[in-house]
């Protein structure tokens, strides 16, 4: 599976940025997908995750409710919702596909795009 991430951005606080992640091949509906993202001198961390079906969500403390991941399998394309933005959320986002779709390791997952930068101004 190949990933491709787009729809990163400048911004200024408050508003929202929908990103999108197209995979090519053909088992991407077997991949739970998630979203990670790595600010300057940090490490990477996970942000939301989505099983394969897209019957199941999972949303670390850092969404504080503001972010919905979805997925649509006959696109074969993944998505992050991400609404108030705030500064702090500036920081590269990756899409990345494996087996389990709330794991903080980026060492579980197989697949990962190239990131889009997202970059929220005050």
């Known amino acids: 599976v190949q990933l491709q991430a787009s729809g990163g951005g400048l911004v200024q606080a408050g508003e929202s940025l929908r990103l999108s992640c197209v995979a090519s091949?053909?088992?991407?509906?077997?991949?739970?997908m998630v979203w990670f993202r790595q600010a300057p001198g940090k490490e990477r961390e996970l942000v939301a995750g989505?099983?394969?079906?897209?019957?199941?969500?999972y949303y670390t403390e850092i969404t504080k409710g503001r972010f919905t991941i979805s997925r649509d399998n006959a696109k074969k394309t993944a998505y992050l919702q991400m609404n108030s933005l705030q500064p702090e959320d500036t920081a590269i986002y990756y899409c990345?596909?494996?087996?389990?779709?709330?794991?903080?390791?980026?060492?579980?997952?197989?697949?990962w795009g190239q990131g889009t930068q997202v970059t929220v101004s005050s």
């Open positions: 990345a596909a494996g087996l389990d779709y709330r794991s903080t390791s980026s060492r579980e997952y197989r697949y």
């Open positions: 989505i099983n394969w079906s897209g019957r199941s969500t």
């Open positions: 091949g053909r088992t991407f509906s077997s991949y739970a």
